[in-house]
């Protein structure tokens, strides 16, 4: 999920969830060095005698799973080779993790099924490793690749490699950025490819995905809130949701599930790796294009609560509708309730990340709960239908203005 997870090449992370991180999931880069080489020995061929030349642990890691970067070489037909590599591996339970579980099989499953099934550009993905011996955790292992990310420190609306891009160049990543889902949607069966998404039962519809994936957001909510008071603005944010439910939410297709700009490298503004399986699911199309239109929203509204002018022009909800809608010959159905979605999930995370601080002593439950979300103005404006309006005059502020 989503967060930043990604520390392959930019090394960053939000900092409204820095605070939240225990130091215990750090590890030391000579012992993992010597841990990784071990475990390729028992991986790779006899006679491949691996070597792992370098470990780089991000300062400033992901908040979903740990982040190793490492080069290692190994013989491969009588040849020494070269491989810049990833691992990706779960994080403890005393971490207070963002997620109850860490699926990062399926992850692997799902990369290496976009990967031979699609033409989205994804990292080749090497092993998955469920025994934790190893790393202190289950993991995987994929290829390294180069490129720009558009930051989350400070947000990429702030002022960055991207905001300062021209036009034309915001336009093609925009643009090459929709291609993606489309690539990703036109997938074939995925419900064959990938049964786990769906119990390994038949295929569901759309609106019997979304259903589902509903229901998955509740009982994260309720984990979520377990140990504490719960948010009275989720909870009537989920029965919103209830009651706009669609009833025809078209065709189920293979959702990335974090689809948004900053989880994708570039070069030349066009995607180079499509990053952070670990929310796919089957689901509507709209799924994925709320996500996307949501992520840009909520870093443009930090924007303005800065005071900043943020990219009023980048990412706009009626201009990737129009992008898909060419590129794919859909019609995009009820995106304000997909945006609304996305909102709402966002939130239950956000709540998570904030009951991480509480739970190490670096922040104090409020008084008022809805305040553990960053954008719950935000959120209260989309439910009182004033949101989309606002900003034709002021954009709202997720934590100032309604």
């Known amino acids: 999920m989503n967060l930043r997870t990604e520390t392959e090449t930019s090394g960053e992370d939000p900092d409204y969830a820095e605070f939240a991180r225990p130091g215990e999931s750090r590890n030391d880069p000579a012992e993992m060095r010597r841990s990784l080489e071990g ?15 370098s470990v780089e642990i991000p300062a400033a890691n992901g908040m979903s799973n740990e ?67 190893a790393l202190g955790g289950e993991f995987f292992v994929m290829e ?12 990429y609306t702030f002022g960055s490699w991207l905001s300062e891009a021209s036009a034309d160049d915001c336009s093609r990543l925009q643009q090459s950025s929709v291609r993606v889902l489309t690539e990703l949607h036109a ?29 998955e957001q509740r009982r994260y909510y309720e984990w979520a809130t377990a140990d504490g008071p719960g948010s009275p603005l989720i909870e009537r ?15 189920a297709v293979l959702c990335w599930g974090d689809s948004r700009i900053g989880n994708v490298i570039y070069r030349d503004f066009q995607p180079a790796a499509v990053l952070d399986w670990e929310m796919a699911a089957l689901g509507p199309r709209e799924l994925d294009l709320g996500w996307m239109i ?33 590129l794919s010959g859909h019609q995009v159905a009820d995106l304000d309730f997909y945006i609304l979605y996305a909102a709402l999930r966002h939130a239950v995370i956000m709540f998570r990340v904030q009951s991480r601080a509480v739970a190490f002593g670096q922040a104090e439950f409020p008084d008022n709960p809805d305040e553990m979300i960053l954008h719950h103005k935000t959120l209260e404006a989309m439910l009182d239908g004033t949101y989309w309006e606002s900003l034709a005059t002021t954009p709202v502020a997720p934590g100032e203005a309604g």
């Open 237 to 251: 944010g989920f029965d919103w949701i209830e009651a706009n439910f669609p009833t025809d939410a078209g065709a």
């Open 144 to 155: 390294r690749r180069d490129g720009e990310i558009p930051p989350d420190v400070m947000p």
């Open 294 to 326: 949501f992520q840009h929203r909520f870093f443009e509204d930090l924007a303005a609560m800065a005071g900043l002018p943020g990219m009023p022009d980048f990412m706009r909800r009626e201009d990737v509708a129009d992008a898909y809608g060419s």
């Open 39 to 53: 475990w390729l020995a028992t991986v790779l061929w006899r006679g491949s005698k691996p070597s792992v030349t």
């Open 67 to 133: 982040t190793v970067l490492f080069d290692a070489t190994w013989i491969e037909d009588g040849v020494r080779g070269e491989h810049r590599l990833v691992a990706r591996i779960a994080p403890r339970d005393s971490a207070v993790p963002i997620f109850p579980s860490y699926n990062l099989d399926q992850q692997f499953r799902v990369m290496s099924a976009v990967a031979a099934h699609t033409s989205v550009p994804v990292p080749r993905v090497y092993w998955s490793e469920s025994n934790p011996d």
């Open 187 to 215: 997938m074939a069966d995925p419900h064959l490819a990938l049964p786990e998404l769906c119990g390994g039962g038949a295929e569901p519809t759309g609106a019997e995905a979304l259903r589902a994936h509903l229901e």
